[in-house]
C-alpha cells in the first residue's frame, strides 16, 4: 500500500513561526537531499496516522503544494522530534530518495509463534527490536520476521539465522542475539518422558 503524505512549502519564518504551525494544526518539517533542503508544513493528523499505520521506517510519497503545482517526492522518515512531556510530534525531518538507488534503514522485528510460547509458560527475550537494513526503497519491509514457534527451550537465534526478504541485506552483525527462550526461575524442564530431568551423580569406587 503507497503512503502519500500531503504538505505544502513553509514560508512561516521566525522564533514564533513552528507554535503558529503546531497551532493551526500542522508540523513544521524539512525534506533534505542531496546538496540542499525544503521547508515544508505537513498536517499533524495525517501524519500521526501515518506513523502509527506504517512506523516510521516506511516509504513515504510527499505531494508537496508549491504555488499551483503539486509535485511528488520519495522520501524516508529522517527524524521525528516528540515532546518530551506530551510526546507530540513537533517536528520531522524527511530524507529524499532516488527509487533506483539502495537505502539504508532500520526495520522492526515481528515475533511468529510469540502466543503459543507464552502459553507453554517460556519466557521470551527479545535483544533487538529493530535490524538495520539495505536495499532498494520500493523494497523495504514493513518488519523482519522471526519465528520462534519451535525454539528449544535455552536456545537462541541470531542475526546470521535470519532470513531476509527477497533483495534485503541486514547490515546488523551476524553475531548478534535476537531473541532468546527460557524457563521462568525455579522452574525444570521436562524430559520426552515426562520427569524432570536429574542430574547424574557421580560417585567414587569405594576400596575394597
Same mark, same amino acid.
Given at each position: ?157 541470531? $542475526?546470521?539465522?535470519?532470513?531476509? +526478504? =527477497? @533483495? %534485503?541485506?541486514?547490515? *546488523? !552483525?551476524?553475531? &548478534?542475539? $535476537?531473541?532468546?527462550?527460557?524457563? +521462568? =526461575? @525455579? %522452574?525444570?524442564?521436562? *524430559? !520426552?518422558?515426562? &520427569? ?13
Amino acid at each position: 500500500m503507497e503512503l502519500v503524505l500531503q504538505a505544502e512549502t513553509r514560508t512561516e519564518r521566525g522564533t514564533g513561526a513552528a507554535p503558529k504551525l503546531r497551532g493551526a494544526g500542522f508540523i513544521p518539517a524539512v525534506v533534505y537531499a542531496r546538496g540542499f533542503h525544503e521547508t515544508i508544513k505537513v498536517s499533524r493528523r495525517e501524519l500521526e496516522r501515518l506513523v502509527a499505520h506504517g512506523g516510521t521506517s516506511r516509504l513515504l510519497k510527499l505531494a508537496i503544494q508549491r504555488g499551483k503545482k503539486v509535485e511528488e517526492q520519495p522520501v524516508l522518515i529522517k527524524e521525528l522530534q516528540r515532546d518530551p512531556v506530551k510526546e507530540d510530534i513537533i517536528h520531522v525531518d524527511f530524507q529524499a530518495v532516488a527509487m533506483d538507488q539502495p537505502v539504508t534503514t532500520e526495520v522492526p522485528v515481528r515475533l511468529v509463534g510469540a502466543e503459543k510460547r507464552h502459553k507453554e509458560g517460556v519466557l521470551i527475550e527479545l535483544l533487538l527490536h529493530a535490524l538495520s537494513i539495505s536495499c532498494l526503497p520500493n523494497a523495504i519491509p514493513e518488519a523482519i520476521t522471526v519465528d520462534i514457534t519451535n525454539l528449544p527451550v535455552g536456545e537462541s537465534l541470531h $542475526v546470521r539465522d535470519l532470513t531476509p +526478504p =527477497a @533483495g %534485503v541485506k541486514i547490515l *546488523t !552483525p551476524a553475531d &548478534e542475539v $535476537v531473541v532468546t527462550i527460557a524457563l +521462568p =526461575a @525455579g %522452574v525444570e524442564e521436562v *524430559t !520426552p518422558t515426562g &520427569e524432570a530431568a536429574e542430574p547424574e551423580l557421580v560417585t567414587e569406587k569405594k576400596e575394597e
